[in-house]
């Protein structure tokens, strides 16, 4: 299985960016998820969602603001980010987990390569 993940960049503080991370190589059904790493900080659960699509979850930091979505038939998941903090400042990452996913960073089998967002003041 291989992620690629794409779509960050510099943004001012409200505005707004989207990620995407394409699966390839799957298997079977599969949970993704975004995560970030902030410099000298621990990675994080930015948010998750399941196979069907039908539940997601998302790190209270980022709820109202972000969005997780999928399309199953082109194996990508997408990020949407608005309202842009300079605390969302990380490189991003996305997961895959062939069984139902979660929120820590052991439950996911396959990372993609990060992507960097950078967000100005």
């Known amino acids: 299985v291989q992620l690629q993940a794409s779509g960050g960049g510099l943004v001012q503080a409200g505005g707004s960016l989207s990620l995407s991370c394409a699966a390839s190589g799957t298997r079977s059904s599969y949970a993704m998820a975004w995560f970030r790493q902030a410099p000298g900080k621990e990675r994080e659960f930015v948010a998750g969602?399941?196979?069907?699509?039908?539940?997601?979850n998302y790190a209270d930091s980022v709820k109202g603001r972000f969005t997780i979505s999928r399309e199953k038939l082109k194996n990508t998941v997408y990020l949407q980010m608005n309202s842009l903090k300079p605390e969302d400042t990380a490189v991003y990452y996305c997961?895959?987990?062939?069984?139902?996913?979660?929120?820590?960073?052991?439950?996911?089998?396959?990372w993609g390569q990060g992507t960097q967002v950078t967000v100005s003041s």
């Open positions: 997961a895959l987990d062939e069984g139902y996913g979660g929120i820590r960073s052991y439950e996911y089998d396959y």
């Open positions: 969602i399941t196979w069907s699509g039908s539940s997601t």
